[in-house]
């Protein structure tokens, strides 16, 4: 079992990468009144029909070569439910595919969220070509859209070492500022 949210959170966002998103939001809601902690990701991928819906949800099932099975969403799935929240998926072939898990932020089996700010900057820079959307809603709010920032770069590419640097510290202290102490 991956012991970080974060983890859970780079798979699937690999996932929408590997069905070919163009564009990826991201949205973390910590909601005080209602004890849960929200993660919400809807991509613009190839979508999924009704029976593959079912298949990813099934531990024993993969689309991956070489019969390694893909735990990634199952697993998400029984951490929000082990931890008194929810799970969805949905999706349609063309349309792309939204996943939404809650947890119970006070649960005592929830995972920590971990190196949020790492996993998000490594999905970012390593993936210029996507537009990655990002929305944490915690003791504030904080709010990344890579297009923004690509068009304020112009011609400068993201992995300009002056723009890596920026980036890191940048998603890493706004995160930090609105994130509940863990």
């Not at 069905?19 to 613009?44: S, Y």
Request: hydrophobic residues 40%; charged residues 30%; negative net charge.
């Amino acid at each position: 079992m991956m012991e970080e949210l974060a983890l859970h959170i780079m798979d699937i966002l690999q996932n929408s990468l590997a069905a070919g998103a163009r564009k990826i939001e991201l949205v973390i809601n910590e909601d005080m009144d209602r004890d849960l902690l929200k993660v919400r990701v809807k991509d613009d991928g190839r979508g999924m029909t009704a029976k593959e819906l079912k298949w990813v949800q099934d531990p024993f099932y993969t689309t991956k070569q070489g019969g390694k099975v893909g735990l990634g969403i199952p697993m998400f799935k029984w951490v929000a439910e082990h931890c008194d929240g929810y799970f969805s998926l949905d999706s349609s072939p063309g349309k792309g595919t939204v996943l939404e898990a809650a947890f119970g932020l006070s649960h005592i089996d929830r995972p920590p969220m971990g190196d949020l700010a790492g996993t998000l900057f490594a999905l970012i820079v390593s993936n210029p070509e996507v537009r990655f959307v990002v929305k944490y809603e915690g003791k504030g709010e904080f709010l990344f859209d890579s297009k923004k920032v690509k068009d304020l770069l112009g011609d400068v590419p993201m992995s300009d070492a002056n723009v890596l640097g920026f980036l890191r510290g940048y998603i890493n202290e706004n995160l930090r500022d609105v994130m509940k102490a863990e």
